[in-house]
């Protein structure tokens, strides 16, 4: 009964490589995010879909492109990945206005 | 645009004693405000929200944090910490609809025994 998952929980690649990380909510929730958290634990957001819309994009490099195929999955795909995409990536999902998000146990990048 | 100061990056207490972790916020209109705890290796697991209402905001596993606008705070207290306890913590702000959420730089608890 996992709330928010994501797959892959470790992923470890080449650089120049191209890959994707898939979350899933089976909360019933509108909203869904991505967040990256580098090497210093610094949290920030990345992109946020409300029932498959981009609504939030911060200022991330083109490689990388969110695709919503339904209001339940949020994947992450990253092209030519760089040394700096290391970190762990989190999805997290919320109901609606005024909820709390709620977050995956989040994916480990490293880049080598 | 708001954001989040914690200014401890590190806080050691021994088991037992109290806990009192710094939050401090800027945001232009009325705040929400969350602590969030994440184990080493783990994901993240909300402890309490403020939205609005009464300042004093309980949380699970025996933490509360209190809002406090005039000294833009939210800071997060424990009365007796557990070994368990032991972990980061963030405290985080979001915008008028709670949307987008401004993480702080994280406060390391360490309990000592």
């Known amino acids: 009964d996992t709330a928010v998952s994501q797959t892959p929980k470790y992923l470890v690649t080449q650089m120049g490589n191209d890959k994707s990380i898939k979350c899933e909510q089976n909360?019933?929730?509108?909203?869904m995010y991505w967040y990256k958290q580098d090497s210093k634990k610094f949290l920030k957001i990345m992109f946020s879909?409300?029932?498959?819309?981009?609504?939030i994009n911060e200022t991330v490099p083109n490689r990388f492109s969110p695709k919503s195929p339904d209001k339940a999955h949020l994947n992450l795909h990253i092209n030519s990945l760089e040394l700096g995409d290391s970190a762990v990536y989190f999805c997290?999902?919320?109901?609606?206005?005024?909820?709390?998000?709620?977050f995956g146990p989040g994916t480990r990048l490293l880049v080598l | 645009a708001q954001s989040v100061t914690q200014p401890d990056i590190h806080i050691t207490v021994s088991e037992g004693a109290s806990l009192e972790l710094r939050c401090n916020y800027s945001?232009?209109?009325?705040?929400?405000l969350f602590w969030y705890v994440q184990s080493p290796g783990q994901g993240l697991q909300l402890l309490l929200k403020?939205?609005?209402?009464?300042?004093l905001v309980q949380g699970i596993k025996g933490f509360e944090a209190e809002f406090k606008r005039s000294q833009s705070s939210f800071n997060l207290r424990k009365p007796s910490v557990h070994w368990s306890d032991a972990a980061e913590y963030f405290c985080?702000?979001?915008?008028?609809?709670?949307?987008?959420?401004?993480f702080g730089a994280g406060t390391i608890l360490r309990v000592k025994s």
């Open positions: 997290a999902s919320r109901p609606g206005k005024q909820e709390t998000q709620y």
């Open positions: 909360l019933g929730h509108d909203t």
């Open positions: 879909y409300n029932n498959k819309e981009l609504i």
């Open positions: 945001y232009g209109a009325t705040p929400y």
């Open positions: 403020y939205f609005s209402g009464d300042t």
């Open positions: 985080a702000v979001g915008d008028q609809y709670g949307n987008k959420l401004v």
